[in-house]
Structure formats: C-alpha cells, structure tokens
C-alpha cells in the first residue's frame, strides 16, 4: 500500500503548566480535530517520532494519546503505514464542541414537552435557600439534639449490619412503618395497619403520586384557596385542573365544592389546621366530605402537615379516622418535626390502592435510603421522637406568645386578629390595598422573609403575611416586628 | 327546655384486659356508634353518672370519653339538658368501619386513572428482597467497607452542624456535585460543571423526570431490544411508545432505529456496555446517533450503569463527551459501585436544559436527604471512592473469572459463549427451544436466581440467562454453576 501524505497537525497547543497530563492534552486535541471535522476519515496522522519532535513532546507521550485514540475508535493503525482516521461524523454534521456552540437559537420551552413545560410553570417560586427571619415551614433547627441523632445514625449503622446495605421493601423499611404505625396510634387516635404505610422522601412525592395513579390530565381536583402553594405545584404537573374552593372559619366549603365541580376525582386538603388561614375543618364537613367521596368514588388526600403541634385546645383527629379504610389518603412528613433535609414522609393509603402504590414506586423510583429510616426506626421505638414533640411544643408556644404579643403590640391597628391554634405559623390579614408582595419584596432587603398571602391564592383575596415563627429565637421574632410594622405604615395606612 | 328521653346505650363491651384506656375505649364505640348510624344528630347522651352506673366505670372516666367525643365535635352539650349528639353523618351513608365492608366490590382497576392503571402495568416483576445467587444487579455488599462509612456519616454530621439540617439546592448538595464532577474528570473523561449535575434517588427516577420532561404520553422512545426492563417501565409509565431496537456486536443498530421510527423524541441507550448483551457502541454509531439527534431535536439519554466495572481493554468514553453540551443526558448511580440502599444516582443535563429540571425537581420532589449527600462528598473527596472502586475491580474480576471457568467447564455445550468485558453480570445464550423463564422458575426453590434474557426482551428471541456475579464468592459462584447444568440438561438437549 503506498503511503499517503499524512494530514499536517500544527494546531495543537500543549499548556504545560496544566494539571492536564500532556498525553491527555494531546488526545483530546486530536479527538476535537475529528469531532469538528478538522481530521476527517482515512486521513493520515503523522508518525508518533515526527508529532513528538514537532510538538516538543516525548515519543511516549504521543504512543499514549494514539492508544487513547485507538482505544476509543477515533484511530486505527494499519501495519506498516501507521496511524489513520478511523471514524468520523457525518458529514454534514461536525460536532459543536462548547456550550456556546450548542444550538444557542433554539428556545428552551420548545425542546420541552408539552407536559414538561406543564411541569415547570407550575413552579411557584425561585428557591429560597437561606431561610430568613419569619421564612414559614422552617422548625426549630437550633433546638434539634444533633449529636443525640447522630449517635443514632451511627447505631443504626452497627445495628444493621450487612442487610442494611441491601434495598428494602418498596414501601419502605417494615419496621419504620411498624414505628409509624404506633406512633399515629399513639399521639394521632389512628389505628394503621403497616402494611397501608408508604414511606416516602416528601409531602410533594406524596402527590405527584397520588395525582398520577389516582387522576389523569384534565381531571378536577378541589384545593384550598387560599392554600398551600406546594401542594398546588405537583397538583398542576400533573394536569389536573385545580378547582379553588373557598375557606371558612370551619375550613373547606364543601358545599361550595360540590356546587363548583361536583364530578371532581381528587381533593387535597388540610383538616386539622387549614394552610395558611387557620381553621380545622368542622366534624359536620368532613362527614360531608366523605359521604361525597363514597358516593363519586372520589380520593380525598389529608395532609396532617402539622397535626403535632396543636397548640390550644384538644389534637383533632384526622379525617382519616372517620373513614379508615375507605376513600380517605393520609400524608404527614418529618421534614417540620425532626428537620427538613431528613427527607422523609409518609403515606397511608386504604388496602384497596396498596397493590397499585407498590407498583408505582417500584416502578417510579423506590424506597428512601435504608439507613435514615433505620436510624428513624430507632428515633421512634426510644421514645425519642415524643420527648422531641414535647420539647417542640413548648418551644413553639414561646415563640408564638412572643410573635402575637410583638405583632399585638406594633400591629394591631394594621393587621386584622391573628389565628393559630397550632403549628408554627401565623397569618395576618394587612389593610386591603397593600400589595403584599411588594411588601415582601421590600422586607426580604431587612433580612425578613414572611410570605405574601396573595401567592397562597389561587383567585385575588385581601392581602396578608404568613409569618412562620418556628425557627427563630423569641427576642428575634419579636424584634423583627418593628421593622414590619414600619414598612406596614410606609406602604398603606391603616383605617 | 323540656328533657327528651336519652337514647339507651346498651352496646358498649369493654375489654379491661385491654391497653387501651377505658375512656378511650368509650370514645371510639360512641364515635363509632355516631358513624354507623346508630347515633344521630339531636340524640341525647346517657348523663355520665347514669353511663358509669351502666358500665360499671368512674363518673371520671365517662367524663374523660366525653370530653373527647365533644373535642372531636361528635357531642355537643346545652347547659341543664347533658350531651346530645351534634353531628352525624349525611343519612343515606353512614361510614363503613372496617376494611371487610369498605367497598368490597369495586374492582381497583376501576378506581385508579388510566396513567394509573398504565403505570401498573408497567411493573415488571414482583419485587425480589432477598437476593439469590445470581440476582442481577447487586453488588459486592459482604466487601463494602461498612466500618469505614459508618464513621464518615458520623463525621459529616459533626462537620456539618446546624446547617446540614436545612434544605439544600434542588440540584443537590454543591459540595456532593462538585466531588461528582471531579470524579467524572479523573475516570470517566468527562469534563461537566456541577451547575449542570442533578442529584437524584435513583436511575428510575432520572428515566421518569426525562421521560416527563422531555416527552410527551405517545412519543416514541427508541429502547434497545433485550434491554434493561427498570429503564423500560418508567417510560411505559411516562405513557411512551417504546420502539424496540435491535442490538448486535456494535450495540444500539441506530440505522434500524432511523428505519423503524425517524421521528423518536427520546432515546434510552447503554452505550459502554449495553445492557444485558455486553457490547459497547461503536464509534462510528455513536456519531451517528448523535447526529441524528441534532438534526431532529432529540434528546438521547445515556445509561452509565457500570461504567467504572471495565474488566478488559480500555475504559470506553462516555457518549456524552462527544457532545458534552448538546443532546446527551447521562445518568449513572451509586447503587451498584457503593450499595443499593445508598439510594443516590445523579443526571448530567446540557445547559439549555437546567432550569427546566431545577424547576421539576423543586415541584416533584426535591433533593435527596443532605446528611448522606455530605457523606458521599466525603468519601468521594477523600480517595476513597476511587480505593473501593479499585478494591472492587479485582474482587469482581475474581468473581468473574471463577463463574467464567465453572460455566466453560460445566456448560460449554448448551450455553453460547458469555462474554462480559465489565460489570457484574454474564448473559449466556441457551439452546433454542429451553425456555428461560420456566428454567428460572425451577432455579428460584433450589436458590439459584438468575433473570431469564426472556425477561429482558420486547419482542421474542433466543432464550438466555443472565447471571449476576457481583455479590457472591468465587467459590459460590462456581458452585452454583453445578445446580444450573442439571436444570438446564433437564430442560432441553443441547445439540
């Protein structure tokens, strides 16, 4: 075979300073000059003496970015007439080989699907990281017994052994959903067979779930306006159509529902302690409610979010009791009880939808680590979680005294009565005409973060704040007032 | 107010025996009494020295049973007149109350969606806990340095304080997604910027975001044919057409693909070492694909399920550095180079695509749990991910190796060769006519539980097994292989 002249490669730069060992510089030069068309098929490369002299290289540095190239096709050798190209793109197709290059004209949404762009306009607000004072949803971080749990993670480590190491059932560990099981029993008045327990990674994975084996595209789906923006996020994803329902002094206005879209197949709603505004959901509704669903054969979703700390008055029992195993989903997470990134949640389902769930998350994605519901596990059974709730709860009621006094005291005038028998979150309703979003964004500046009621709404309401008061110090709650009441007055006067 | 007649409560059973308090056990036979009908609205109550008469209890315990149900808002009481019932169930439903009388003859199928019942059906095998000799897919467990992670989960939550409690980035843990990206420099030579790094669960979970994201119910998905059966159900659930493609020595045939189905949306593709056959993608055909992929706008996902497992030759280059920022994604987990319950997996998406996946991850879910994500970056930063890996390297060759002789010694007949140049598992070709699922069936009671290739496939073809050999020793291993003979010389003659 005669030699043919070989392609002449004076393009390459070597950085000697690099980290890069040059062998690799070289290679991936090469392989750039194939991908962007520079080298194409059957050409011939120099002989590794003669790159080596031209690139002031050693013979062995370029033996080993041909092997590199041999190794991933870009090269071949033929015996006796050295290395050649081996592949190439098609032509009429170079590779870009930057992000800049990269089909920069086309836009983002169309290179989506339809439900995908669905997906991400359902998204409800840019990540708040840092949470800051009166961020809502976040407990009390400085209070939790770290080194108390991480013993216990290093416990359920040694205690579990190997077959720890190993995927559980999908469901989640048995004896974490045992651990549940009896503590709903215990501090909830449930009475759950383990078996209906799904252990999950969060509220929202709980109704991603539930909307798609429970609903399909176009479906309605009765939520609570104002409610809870999380909740309405995956609800949307999925293509559901939200149908708002008012709320009331006694929660969800089932009757309204029903007026509204009484062939609905899904309701997401709070019962114990209605996101933001307050209220529990009287016993008469939650009958209501259930008689509705047996009737329609309708999914009634409970989020219990934070059914453990109730502050004032006797825990209301989940609407689940009501109806144990029939048309009633429960969910409740860990993440405002123990601390958020723990990641974990829980969902009970009636015997009847157990098979299709296990499927779902066989299917869909599977159980959270094994070890985090072991050291859980462990959390539960030691009568660790209920001291923790106890502990909690007093602390909330501290820091709850401390808002409502400071906010009694600067805001009273311009705040309407503030409510909250449980959890860690106020409400206040603002003089109608201050826009609370702009509030808000001129709070965030000072170092305040509440959230606007209007992106609680699904229709325009009167303005408000949610004020969460879980993760802050009472002398900090009641400081940061000052300031809110003073951008209260600039943006709007009170009657 | 004249005193109406209280109604007679003459069913109430205690059991003193029982845990469950005396008053309690009154409140749920009164609450249960109210929701079966019994009890309705406007029904006066026994006075509660006239019931612990009755019932043979304290005043105090009635009083106790009382305060419940009237906390609950079943009983209500008028001053002078004692309790009447306050609230009862719509009249045509009073609520079943236990699992038996729940509905019994709705069929399930009929209760869920149709995407529901589509992602049931997607389920592909029932779930298998305890692995067997030869389960696919499961790593060296007895060989995980468990000490050595145990104290570094215990390490980064000392490390991490208070901080590590929060939320972290949708994407994941920084720290974890700049760790992840050097590793994908130093061993996959791939160079990626951990702004473009999601942190996930799982493969499955990467498989349903793309598929959701990225396509739309009725877009074709070009899937390899066998294939892997855990990538297949997440698309079918998305609601996908699956367009089976045939693989051969080169792995994925792209020009069959164009042929089959031009217009595919996506494409599932195991290019390093295609899943189950063993072949890595040619050159020339991962160009091709590539191309084709920007010519028609579609995205390619990119499986690197055991990238790091090369037992000969060179470590192939993943697909996505031939077009690092255009139309791969690459998806690769931690479940088989660490541990199955570990449950973390990342996705590298291009640039243009980010936003779109911060944003689902925000509405669907989240990020997977921080502490194990700062213990990840740990052990990744530290070396001493890429020690086990090395570790692993030479116990699996060892694995491999043994099964390899057994297999040759005992099977040389009736299997085809069974090549394997990395990962954890062989798939041997059976005589024709020997049907895999069956023998599979037969191997399970004997302890033997390898997949039949069957398993693996969309449309029918040879029949195969596929044997795991990651998480056995060499000596079970070839073991085994004695066992299988038999079972297979019983089902069919070689020729």
């Not at 339809?114 to 961020?135: C, D, F, N, Q, W």
């Not at 108390?148 to 359920?156: C, I, M």
Request: charged share 20%.
């Amino acid at each position: 075979m005669p030699r043919t002249a070989c392609v002449l490669i004076d393009w390459v730069t070597l950085d000697r300073g690099s980290i890069e060992p040059l062998h690799r510089q070289i290679y991936r030069a090469l392989r750039d000059g194939v991908l962007s068309g520079r080298l194409v098929t059957g050409q011939r490369l120099p002989a590794t003496r003669r790159l080596a002299h031209d690139l002031e290289v050693s013979r062995i540095t370029v033996l080993a970015a041909y092997d590199l190239l041999t190794a991933d096709g870009f090269i071949a050798s033929r015996s006796g007439s050295g290395a050649f190209v081996a592949t190439s793109p098609p032509q009429a197709s170079p590779m870009p080989h930057s992000a800049m290059q990269s089909a920069p004209s086309k836009s983002v949404a169309k290179r989506l699907s339809a439900r995908g762009r669905m997906i991400v306009s359902a998204a409800y607000e840019p990540e708040r990281l840092e949470p800051k004072l009166y961020t809502v949803g976040v407990p009390a971080l400085d209070l939790f017994p770290r080194e108390e749990w991480t013993r216990l993670v290093g416990r359920a480590w040694r205690r579990g052994g190997q077959p720890l190491l190993a995927l559980v059932e999908a469901k989640g560990l048995l004896r974490l959903r045992q651990a549940i099981a009896a503590h709903l029993g215990a501090l909830r008045g449930l009475s759950v067979d383990p078996a209906r327990i799904f252990v999950l990674n969060s509220t929202r994975q709980a109704i991603d779930l539930c909307a798609r084996v429970l609903a399909d595209p176009g479906d309605r789906v009765w939520i609570e306006d104002p409610g809870f923006v999380g909740a309405r996020a995956p609800l949307l994803a999925a293509g559901l159509e939200l149908i708002p329902v008012d709320v009331d002094e006694d929660g969800f206005n089932v009757a309204a529902a029903q007026a509204a879209a009484p062939e609905a197949r899904l309701v997401y709603v709070t019962p114990a302690h209605q996101y933001p505004m307050g209220a529990t959901l009287s016993l008469a509704r939650r009958l209501q409610l259930i008689d509705w669903a047996r009737r329609t054969d309708a999914w009634l979703l409970e989020d219990d979010y934070d059914g453990e700390f109730r502050h004032e008055g006797a825990p209301v029992l989940p609407m689940q009791a009501l109806d144990p195993d029939g048309q009633v989903l429960y969910v409740a997470s860990f993440a405002k009880s123990l601390f958020p990134s723990l990641r974990l949640a829980f969902l009970v389902v009636p015997s009847s939808l157990v098979q299709a769930f296990v499927s779902a998350r066989v299917v869909l994605d599977g159980h959270p680590p094994a070890a985090i519901q072991a050291a859980l596990s462990e959390f539960l059974e030691s009568g660790r979680y209920a001291a923790h709730l106890r502990r909690m709860r007093a602390a909330y009621a501290e820091r709850r005294s401390s808002l409502a006094l400071a906010l009694k005291t600067h805001l009273a005038e311009a705040v309407a009565a503030a409510g909250s028998l449980a959890g860690m979150h106020f409400t206040v309703g603002l003089t109608p005409g201050i826009d609370d979003r702009a509030l808000v964004a001129r709070l965030v500046p000072l170092g305040l973060s509440p959230s606007a009621l209007s992106e609680s709404r699904i229709r325009p309401g009167p303005p408000g704040l949610i004020l969460g008061f879980g993760a802050w110090t009472p002398e900090a709650l009641a400081h940061g007032v000052e300031a809110l009441a003073l951008e209260i007055a600039r943006m709007g006067q009170p009657n």
